[in-house]
């Protein structure tokens, strides 16, 4: 971007100075001519046609430049929302296509493994519990709602995540 704009104002220096010299030229021996065009007038146009030649190339540029950022975005955004309509579903072993790597799928690749590693700890858990039930050992059955509890809501920092609900009761 900085390289083409540099081309841009290059281009547009060179142009003004090649209508600036061609005005002098001309200029210099109709000094004493009174009906020639006055200079300044002459000066004015070439810088105002050097200047629309910069607006108009930059804007030529800029639309450019925002078709190809907004297909890198859009191209990021529609593997994040497929990655989030998966999840709305707890469907976890979506895995977005790789295009090119970008920190928000990394970071969104990283949560459905966590939260895959999770489900999986979760059923664990459940068949456990199950089992627990079955033998009608309430210590065992105690310690397997504890710890499905732990994997549902993790410990994190030393202190349990809690749900919002549960949160609003203790306050």
Avoid at 87 to 106: C, T
Wanted: hydrophobic share 55%.
């Amino acid at each position: 971007m900085v390289i083409m704009e540099t081309i841009v104002v290059a281009t547009s220096l060179c142009l003004l100075y090649r209508y600036m010299n061609g005005i002098i030229d001309d200029s210099l021996y109709r000094v004493h001519l009174t009906e020639a065009t006055p200079l300044w007038q002459l000066l004015m146009k070439a810088a105002a046609a050097a200047l629309g030649a910069f607006v108009v190339a930059n804007g030529v540029f800029l639309l450019i430049a925002v078709a190809v950022w907004g297909r890198y975005v859009n191209s990021i955004m529609a593997r994040f929302m497929a990655a989030v309509r998966h999840a709305g579903k707890l469907d976890f072993r979506f895995k977005p296509a790789a295009a090119h790597r970008h920190e928000v799928m990394a970071l969104t690749e990283m949560w459905l493994s966590q939260e895959r590693r999770r489900i999986g700890a979760i059923r664990d858990e459940i068949a456990r519990l199950e089992a627990a039930a079955a033998t009608d050992d309430r210590e065992a059955l105690a310690r397997g709602v504890k710890r499905l509890l732990d994997v549902v809501h993790p410990v994190i920092d030393g202190r349990a995540t809690e749900a919002p609900d549960a949160r609003e009761k203790t306050a």
